[in-house]
Nanobody, 124 residues
């Protein structure tokens, strides 16, 4: 059974940093694109960042470009999201997701596996 488990969320102040982790189990994702999405209260789940299987190709939402960095450690079957200079509008539940193929995408429907999410709250 495939599982994606996020961790690292919490309550921080604006301007702080936080690093999320997503550990995969049940199969290896070393040849799969993996990404992060987020969902704020009352809003649709939105794309945040994605990486290809190697970490060599990445893509970010404009709202986080320059502040967030996605990376992965295939030996640990884990993907990370380093979030710097956090803003109150970054408050959301953050979800890890994986595709069945290697191609990066910013479309929610393109991802086949999802974690349960981790809450990130940024206070002013």
């Amino acid at each position: 059974q495939v599982q994606l488990v996020e961790s690292g969320g919490g309550l921080v102040q604006a301007g702080d940093s936080l690093k999320l982790s997503c550990a995969a189990s049940g199969r290896t994702f070393s040849k799969n694109a993996m990404g992060w999405f987020r969902q704020a209260p009352g809003k649709e789940r939105e794309f945040v960042a994605v990486t290809d299987w190697s970490g060599g190709a990445t893509y970010y939402a404009d709202s986080v470009k320059g502040r967030f960095t996605i990376s992965r450690d295939n030996a640990k079957n884990t993907v990370y999201l380093q979030m710097n200079t956090l803003k109150t509008e970054d408050t959301a539940v953050y979800y890890c997701a994986a595709r069945k193929n290697t191609l990066i995408s910013d479309l929610r429907a393109a991802f086949d596996y999802w974690g349960q999410g981790t809450q990130v709250t940024v206070s002013a």
